[in-house]
């Protein structure tokens, strides 16, 4: 059996966005039954030269919502970072992302199968993270190689660096709070 590009991107990118929003409400609950705030998580980081939660949870957000956009424009053209939000900020974005890739249909995305992308990327200096920027560079995809080499592994990556975050803190997370709703088959 075939696999379409929508079934490689867009159900996958919702299993794990619909899992960071079920392990951001877990982290709420935590944080009411533990007596503490979750705008502390905010800023929370693995280690000093990592971004910070609230990144790692924008990032998330664009990889998903703008990879798939990328399909259709031939830019990976996320809005600018926000910086650190409230929490509730942040669950908010993971809804955002949930609804929005919710309305991509299969014919939509399939129709930009094999598509050739000429991706720019720039990565800006940060002061308070303290990154180091980049030239700017272009890489040359097609619609599949930039999705599975580029925007999931991005993606995935920022996802289980907040999840990572959360469970350092204390929040009570484990695998299957990460993976989401498996998409089995009908026995």
């Given at each position: 059996?075939?696999?379409?590009?929508?079934?490689?991107?867009?159900?996958?990118?919702?299993?794990?966005?619909?899992?960071?929003?079920?392990?951001?409400?877990?982290?709420?609950?935590?944080?009411?039954?533990?007596?503490?705030?979750?705008?502390?998580?905010?800023?929370?980081?693995?280690?000093?030269?990592?971004?910070?939660?609230?990144?790692?949870?924008?990032?998330?957000?664009?990889?998903?919502?703008?990879?798939?956009?990328?399909?259709?424009?031939?830019?990976?053209?996320?809005?600018?970072?926000?910086?650190?939000?409230?929490?509730?900020?942040?669950?908010?974005?993971?809804?955002?992302?949930?609804?929005?890739?919710?309305?991509?249909?299969?014919?939509?995305?399939?129709?930009?199968?094999?598509?050739?992308?000429?991706?720019?990327?720039?990565?800006?200096?940060?002061?308070?993270?303290?990154?180091?920027?980049?030239?700017?560079?272009?890489?040359?995809?097609?619609?599949?190689?930039?999705?599975?080499?580029?925007?999931?592994?991005?993606?995935?990556?920022?996802?289980?660096?907040?999840?990572?975050?959360?469970?350092?803190?204390?929040?009570?997370?484990?695998?299957?709070?990460?993976?989401?709703?498996?998409?089995?088959?009908?026995a």
């Amino acid at each position: 059996m075939a696999i379409s590009l929508y079934d490689l991107s867009v159900p996958t990118f919702l299993q794990t966005v619909r899992a960071v929003g079920a392990f951001l409400d877990r982290a709420v609950t935590h944080c009411a039954e533990a007596g503490t705030d979750p705008d502390d998580f905010v800023n929370a980081r693995l280690f000093d030269d990592m971004a910070p939660f609230h990144f790692q949870i924008e990032a998330a957000w664009h990889h998903s919502v703008w990879g798939i956009e990328a399909l259709k424009t031939g830019a990976f053209t996320p809005p600018a970072l926000v910086g650190p939000v409230p929490f509730t900020d942040l669950q908010a974005m993971v809804g955002k992302a949930e609804m929005a890739l919710e309305t991509f249909t299969p014919d939509e995305v399939n129709s930009w199968s094999g598509k050739e992308l000429n991706i720019e990327l720039h990565r800006p200096l940060d002061e308070e993270d303290a990154w180091t920027p980049w030239d700017p560079r272009t890489l040359a995809f097609t619609s599949e190689t930039f999705l599975l080499s580029f925007s999931m592994p991005n993606f995935h990556f920022h996802a289980v660096t907040a999840y990572d975050i959360l469970r350092s803190r204390g929040v009570p997370l484990g695998k299957r709070d990460y993976e989401g709703r498996l998409r089995t088959r009908s026995a």
